[in-house]
C-alpha cells in the first residue's frame, strides 16, 4: 500500500466547536473571516455537511475511522481511537506519507496511538499557557454558566493554538520530501468564550442578530439546561456579548488559518497540496435559549459543518449542495493519495463531487446521518467534569432518559429525529430553516415518517458493525496441557 505517483499533499485543519453560518463563505452577515473565505472561492465549499456526533472525541474517532460512533461505542469524551482501530493519519503513514501533528490535542487517541500514527508531534515553540491552563475566574456566576470571560490581556503568552500555527508555520519552512501530511487540531472557538484584543472588539454588539428563540415543541433537555443553568437570567444584551466574543474567537482562527496558507505558499507546495478545512460539531450560541452543546444535541446549529476543500490542482469556486458527512473525508483524502483503506468503512468519496459539482446531488448521498446520546443505564461510563462544567455532568447522571440516543436523518428537504426515551421530530426546512415547528405526528406527512423510519432502520442494520480486517486462525495452537484420558469422567 504505497502512494500513487502524483499523490498530493495535505494540510487538514481542525477547530473546535465552529458553527458553519459563523462564516462568510457559509452565508455569515457579520463574520470577518477573509482567509477562510478566500479558501472557499480556491476551492469547494459543502453546504449541506453534517457531523457524525454532536461532541468533540466522538465526532474526531468518526472522520478519522469513516466508522459511524455506535460501530465501535466510540461515543463518550473518554473512549479514544485505540491501537488495534484504523484512522487516518496511521493509514497515510503506514502507505509511506510523512505524518506531522502541530500541537498537543490528546483527544483523539487512546495511549500510544499518537505515536503510532504521526511522525512529529507537539510545539516546535512551546504554549506557555493553554486554554485548559487559564485561570478559572469569571466575572460572575451567569457569566459562568455561559462560559464567558471576555477580554483577556495580550501578555504575550503563547496559547495552544498560536503555539501549533507557529509549529505549523515552522514546519512548513522546511518541508520534507513529498508527500506528507500536517495535521493541525485546534481549540477555538470552543469555550471559554475569551478573546484579547483585537478579537475582542471586532464586532459590534449592536448588529448581532437575534438568536432563535426556544420551540413551544422540544426534547425535554432544553428546558432543563436552561434551568439548571439559570439562564433565563441571561439578558439579550448578554446573549449578544457572548456571540461577539465568540465571533471574535472565529476571526482569530480565520488569521490562524490565514498564516498557514502562507506559509504553505511560502513553501513552494501549494500547487500539489489539499488543503481540508472542517469543525468536529457546532455551538448552539444562544439558539434555542441554550449554551455549548450537549451529546444528543440534533440542531442543524450543533451538525452542520463548515466543510472545505481546496488546493492542489482541484477545481476552485464551487459550492456543493448536497448531502455529505464527515466520514466521506477519510475515503476522499485516501483516494487522492491513491492509498486503499485496509478497513471496511461507510464513508464516500468527495472525488466525482469535488472535479463535477453539478451532478445530480443524490449521486453522492441522499441522507446525512448523526447520532449521539447514550442508555439510561451509561452514568458510570460517563466523564466527570470540574466547575464550571459540573452541573452538565449533574444532568447526564441524575436526567439519564433526556440524554437518551438519537439519530436524525436529513435529506435536501426535511429532517427526522427518532429518540430513544422521547417522541420523534419531524421539520420541513424549506419552510422552516432553524427546525422549530414539529411536524411529527400529523397524519399529512405520515409517509414521509415512514420513509424516514425505513431509511433509518436500514442505516442502522447495514452499519452495526464491522468485520474487523486482520482473521484469526481456527483451531489455533493452545499452550496449556491437555487433561488426561478420563480426567473429567466421574
Known amino acids: 500500500m504505497t502512494p500513487s505517483e502524483n499523490a498530493p499533499n495535505f494540510v487538514i485543519i481542525v ?13 455569515s452577515p457579520i463574520a470577518r473571516t477573509p482567509h477562510l473565505d478566500a479558501l472557499a472561492g480556491a476551492g469547494t465549499v459543502f453546504e449541506q455537511a453534517y457531523a457524525q456526533h454532536p461532541v468533540c472525541s466522538p465526532s474526531r474517532a468518526s472522520f478519522l475511522t469513516g ?5 465501535r461505542g466510540h461515543r463518550t469524551l473518554t473512549h479514544l481511537l485505540r491501537a488495534d482501530e484504523p484512522n487516518l493519519l496511521r493509514i497515510l503513514k503506514d502507505a509511506g506519507y510523512h505524518v506531522a501533528m502541530a500541537g498537543t490535542r490528546g483527544d483523539h487517541f487512546a495511549p500510544g496511538v499518537t ?46 493554538d498560536e503555539g501549533a500555527v507557529r509549529t505549523a508555520e515552522r514546519w512548513l519552512a522546511e518541508p ?15 469555550n471559554p468564550f475569551q478573546a484579547q484584543e483585537p478579537w475582542f472588539s471586532l464586532h459590534d454588539r449592536d448588529a448581532i442578530p437575534d438568536a432563535v428563540p426556544p420551540q413551544p415543541d422540544e426534547p425535554g433537555f432544553k428546558e432543563l439546561i436552561r434551568q439548571r443553568y439559570g439562564l433565563g437570567r441571561v439578558t439579550p444584551e448578554m446573549w449578544r456579548e457572548v456571540t461577539a466574543v465568540y465571533h471574535g474567537m472565529v476571526s482569530r482562527l480565520d488569521d490562524h488559518v490565514g ?78 493519495a491513491g492509498v486503499q483503506a485496509p478497513h471496511k468503512h461507510f464513508g464516500r468519496s468527495l472525488l466525482p463531487v469535488l472535479r463535477e459539482p453539478g451532478r445530480d446531488p443524490r449521486e453522492h448521498r441522499e441522507y446525512a446521518v448523526t447520532e449521539g446520546g447514550g442508555l439510561a443505564d451509561e452514568g458510570p461510563v460517563l466523564e466527570q467534569v470540574p466547575y464550571p462544567y459540573e452541573l452538565k455532568s449533574e444532568l447526564l447522571r ?27 421530530e419531524l421539520y420541513h426546512r424549506g419552510d422552516d430553516p432553524h427546525e ?12 414521509t415518517e415512514r420513509r424516514f423510519e425505513r431509511e433509518l432502520l436500514r442505516w442502522q442494520v447495514a452499519t452495526s458493525d464491522v468485520v474487523p480486517a486482520d482473521r484469526d486462525p481456527r483451531f489455533p495452537e493452545v499452550a496449556l496441557p491437555r487433561p488426561a484420558t478420563g480426567a473429567y469422567e466421574r
Not at 441554550?290 to 469556486?317: F, H, N, V, Y
Request: contains cysteine.
Open 15 to 27: 477547530p473546535d466547536q465552529l458553527r458553519a453560518d459563523a462564516l462568510g463563505c457559509f452565508g
Open 67 to 71: 466508522w459511524y460512533p455506535h460501530v
Open 115 to 160: 505515536e503510532l500514527s504521526a511522525h512529529e508531534y507537539g510545539f516546535a515553540e512551546g504554549a506557555e499557557l493553554t486554554r485548559e491552563q487559564r485561570p478559572k475566574e469569571y466575572p460572575d456566576e451567569v457569566s459562568a454558566r455561559l462560559f464567558y470571560r471576555g477580554r483577556i490581556p495580550d501578555d504575550g503568552l503563547i496559547d495552544h
Open 176 to 190: 520534507p520530501t513529498r508527500p506528507w501530511v500536517l495535521f493541525v487540531p485546534l481549540f477555538s472557538p470552543h
Open 436 to 447: 422549530t415547528v414539529n411536524l411529527a405526528g400529523r397524519p399529512e406527512h405520515a409517509e
Open 259 to 336: 498564516r498557514i496558507q502562507a506559509a504553505l505558499r511560502a513553501s513552494g507546495s501549494s500547487d500539489d497540496t489539499v488543503s481540508l478545512f472542517f469543525s468536529d460539531h457546532g455551538e448552539y450560541m444562544g439558539d434555542f435559549g441554550l449554551i455549548e452543546k450537549w451529546p444528543s444535541s440534533m440542531d442543524a446549529c450543533i451538525t452542520r459543518d463548515p466543510l472545505i476543500i481546496s488546493g492542489g490542482r482541484l477545481p476552485a469556486g464551487q459550492r456543493y449542495q448536497g448531502m455529505t458527512e464527515l466520514v466521506d473525508v477519510l475515503p476522499t483524502v485516501l483516494e487522492l
Open 398 to 424: 441524575t436526567h439519564p432518559r433526556l440524554v437518551g440516543k438519537a439519530v436524525a436523518v436529513r435529506d435536501m428537504e426535511w429532517t427526522y429525529l427518532w429518540r430513544l426515551y422521547e417522541p420523534p
